[in-house]
Structure formats: C-alpha cells, structure tokens
C-alpha cells in the first residue's frame, strides 16, 4: 500500500499549482467579500446567461443555419461537481467508467486513501487514466464552460469569482473601474455561450471524437495491460534500454509505471515523430523495443486511425466555435472589453489567432457560407484535410452529396 500511496501522492503533486489556486480564488473571494468598500452589486452569472439564452441562441441559427437544441439546458456546477463533468468527458471504455468516475471524484476531494485503493485496485486503469485526471483538472480555472449531452455547463466556481477578483487586484477607485470589468465579464459570458451552443449543434462530430478517443483509450488499456504482464527480465531490459530513471528494486509497480508511460503512444510516437504523425499512415518502431515487446508496432498502427479522427474532429470542433465568437461578436462592446481587461489583447489580434480548426472553417465558410458548418459537421475532415483546408475543399461538398 505504501508504494499505491507514493502513486497517488505524485498524483497530487502533479496539480497542486493548480489546487494551490483555488485556494487562493476562494480566499481572496472571501477577503472581498469582507471589505466594505468594495462593490456588492455584480452581473450575476445565472440571470445574466439566462437573459442572453435567447438572443445568442438566435444569433447562432442565423450565422451556421443551425436550429438550437429545444431541449438544451444550462447549468451552473460548483468546483466539484465541474471537476466530476470534466471526467464524464473522459471517453473510456464501458468496463472503466465507473472507475473513471471515482478516480475523478477522489483527486477533486484530494483523498490520498481513496486514490490509491483505487490504484490497488485497477492498477491497469489508473495508468491510462490518470492522466486524464492530472491534465483535465490543472486546467479547471482557465475552463469557463463546457458541453454534454443538451447541457451547457458553467464554471461558477470560476465565473462568479474572476470579475470580483480583477476588479480588486486593480485596486481603488473601484466605482471608476467596476463598469470596464462588468462589460469584460459580460462578454466572457457571451463568449462561452456562443462557444457551448455551437458544441451543442455538432452532434455528428461530437460522435466521431467520441467514438474515436473511445478507440484510443482502448489500445492505452491493451498497452497497459502488456506492460504489467512483461517478464521481469524483459521489462529490465526494456528499462535499460530506453535509459530510463532508476527505481529502487521495492518499488516493482513505478518502473512498470515508467515503461507504460514512456511507451504510450501519446508520449512516444508524437515526441518520436512529432506533431505530423496525425498525416501519417505508419510508424517505424525501434527493432530492439519491438524484440521485446513484439505486440508494439501492432499497437501503434491501430492506434494511428482513432487518434487522428479525434484530433480532426476535436479541432474542428472547436475551430467552428472560435470562427462563431470572431463572427458574431465582433461589433460587440462586452467581448471587446473582455480581450482587452481579462485578456490583455484587442480583437485585431485575437482575429488573426493561429487555429488550423478556426482556419479550415473560415476557408469553408468563404466559398459556401452558412452552408460551411453543416458540411463540416456532416462530413468530417480528416487530419491532412485540417491541415490543408484545400484538399477539404476540392471533395464533392454540395448539398445533396452530404451523409445524413
């Protein structure tokens, strides 16, 4: 157990920069919230959204020809309730949901006994998805919302907190500065709203992405499980080989640990290769590591289809989402108070923003209008078509070619 224990302990460590601010957003909201002299009349998130429900949702139709959901909703979870979300958008397999939801529900309540049951008990799993717990939950306080099943979600941990916060670090004359940062506020409000709606049309991409993570998370649990089962001599050898980090002989499960998350491929083959192995068709694995573990260069060939679809689909989802922002909001005075008082830039610069996502839509969008987005959600690019929107653009894309 203690070894379990060390595991989850690193895991923590892991985001504790993260936990570290929350501690701070709700300290320093609770310091504001006892000087009297600071403003206790804000924009509230819950009314506001629900004002502007209506309007951005029209605006949307009449930009993408897309009808909103009648039955999509919002709602507004605390910090734990987000986090728990965050881990419902972990696509795993069906046989680790459940674990999947606990582990999440463990590091958002920070339980070092709960983690490492969990390890102890699905070591296999824990591997794969730790992960997922480590990068989804450090980036919770740069999250102002998020999209699932007919549900837009709102971070009020973050969105009730951040104007308040911004508006106090500026310092007094709070009456003189207050109306900058509402009009900001608002429009991060605007922003994440147009955001979330155009997620909720894409069901056809919301589909592929995840089916196509479902896939890739899949062949992680494969590769984990080879890794735990390898020989002692042949895992030994594979740890000299790859040259990595000594572990003490008591410590069995962190070099096993090691081996799988220098050999996943998320690691390995995009650090190996680079970015570009999304248009790539094979890899070439080192004849030594495949000597070893011989069912690798199998892996990572079946793991190349599902993790390019993820990546076409997840970037062009949210390529069409910040297209949408730029578009709608562009004459509007709340987002631009926003770029300039949360974000410290100017819409000039956010326009010309590297995005090859929001770049391959606007390509789209130039030749065929609104007709753009429902081409784009029903017939999905593919990682070289991302990259290259003509290519994109030289397919049969005419109304009545589409796959309904």
């Given at each position: 157990?203690?070894?379990?224990?060390?595991?989850?302990?690193?895991?923590l460590?892991?985001?504790s920069?993260?936990?570290?601010?929350?501690k701070?957003?709700?300290?320093?909201?609770?310091?504001?919230?006892?000087?009297?002299?600071?403003?206790?009349?804000?924009?509230?998130?819950?009314?506001?959204?629900?004002?502007?429900?209506?309007?951005?949702?029209?605006?949307?139709?009449?930009?993408?020809?897309?009808?909103?959901?009648?039955?999509?909703?919002?709602?507004?979870?605390?910090?734990?309730?987000?986090?728990?979300?965050?881990?419902?958008?972990?696509?795993?397999?069906?046989?680790?949901?459940?674990?999947?939801?606990?582990?999440?529900?463990?590091?958002?309540?920070?339980?070092?006994?709960g983690?490492?049951?969990?390890?102890?008990?699905d070591?296999?799993?824990?591997?794969?998805?730790?992960?997922?717990?480590?990068?989804?939950?450090?980036k919770?306080?740069?999250?102002?919302?998020?999209?699932?099943?007919?549900?837009v979600?709102?971070?009020?941990?973050?969105?009730?907190?951040?104007?308040?916060?911004?508006?106090?670090?500026?310092?007094?004359?709070?009456?003189?500065?207050?109306?900058?940062?509402?009009?900001?506020?608002?429009?991060?409000?605007k922003?994440?709203?147009?955001?979330?709606i155009?997620?909720?049309?894409?069901?056809?991409?919301?589909?592929e992405?995840?089916?196509?993570?479902?896939?890739?998370?899949?062949?992680?649990?494969e590769?984990?499980?080879?890794?735990?089962?390898?020989?002692?001599?042949?895992?030994?050898?594979?740890?000299?080989?790859?040259?990595?980090?000594?572990v003490?002989?008591?410590?069995?499960?962190?070099?096993?640990?090691?081996?799988?998350?220098?050999?996943?491929?998320?690691?390995?083959?995009?650090?190996?290769?680079?970015?570009?192995?999304?248009?790539?068709?094979?890899?070439?694995?080192?004849?030594?590591?495949?000597?070893?573990?011989?069912?690798?260069?199998d892996?990572?060939?079946?793991?190349?289809?599902?993790?390019?679809t993820?990546?076409?689909?997840?970037?062009?989802?949210e390529?069409?989402?910040?297209?949408?922002?730029?578009?709608?909001?562009?004459?509007?005075?709340?987002?631009?108070?926003?770029?300039?008082?949360?974000?410290?830039?100017?819409f000039?610069?956010?326009?010309?923003?590297?995005?090859?996502?929001?770049?391959?839509?606007?390509?789209?969008?130039?030749?065929?209008?609104k007709?753009?987005?429902?081409?784009?959600?029903?017939?999905?690019?593919?990682?070289?078509?991302v990259?290259?929107?003509?290519?994109?653009?030289?397919?049969?894309?005419?109304?009545?070619?589409?796959?309904?």
């Open positions: 157990m203690a070894e379990f224990k060390e595991f989850a302990e690193a895991l460590d892991q985001i920069v993260e936990i570290n601010e929350e701070e957003i709700a300290e320093l909201s609770e310091k504001i919230s006892e000087d009297s002299e600071f403003p206790n009349q804000f924009t509230e998130l819950e009314s506001f959204s629900k004002d502007i429900f209506t309007d951005i949702s029209k605006r949307i139709e009449e930009f993408t020809g897309y009808t909103v959901k009648p039955d999509l909703r919002v709602e507004y979870p605390g910090l734990k309730e987000f986090k728990l979300l965050k881990g419902r958008k972990v696509f795993a397999t069906k046989q680790s949901r459940s674990f999947v939801d606990e582990l999440f529900s463990a590091v958002s309540d920070l339980d070092i006994n983690i490492a049951e969990l390890i102890e008990k070591l296999e799993k824990f591997l794969v998805y730790s992960t997922y717990a480590k990068s989804y939950i450090s919770i306080s740069t999250t102002y919302g998020d999209y699932l099943d007919s549900c979600y709102l971070n009020k941990f973050i969105l009730s907190n951040y104007p308040k916060i911004i508006l106090y670090k500026q310092g007094q004359p709070y009456d003189s500065r207050k109306e900058q940062v509402e009009s900001g506020y608002r429009g991060a409000l922003m994440t709203m147009v955001e979330e155009v997620h909720s049309t894409q069901d056809n991409l919301q589909n992405n995840k089916n196509a993570a479902t896939n890739v998370n899949s062949i992680n649990e590769l984990a499980k080879i890794i735990l089962n390898l020989g002692d001599n042949a895992a030994n050898n594979l740890y000299d080989y790859l040259q990595l980090q000594t003490p002989d008591d410590f069995p499960i962190a070099k096993r640990a090691n081996l799988f998350f220098m050999l996943n491929p998320d690691n390995f083959v995009v650090n190996v290769l680079g970015p570009d192995v999304m248009t790539y068709s094979h890899v070439e694995i080192d004849p030594k590591i495949s000597e070893i573990v011989p069912e690798l260069p892996i990572y060939k079946r793991w190349l289809l599902p993790i390019q993820h990546h076409a689909a997840f970037s062009t989802m390529g069409m989402a910040e297209f949408a922002v730029q578009n709608i909001l562009q004459d509007d005075n709340d987002f631009k108070n926003y770029l300039t008082t949360f974000m410290g830039t100017d000039s610069s956010y326009k010309v923003r590297k995005n090859m996502g929001k770049e391959l839509t606007e390509k789209v969008y130039e030749k065929f209008g007709d753009a987005f429902r081409f784009l959600i029903d017939n999905p690019p593919g990682t070289k078509e990259k290259d929107p003509e290519l994109y653009l030289k397919r049969d894309l005419s109304l009545g070619s589409l796959h309904r």
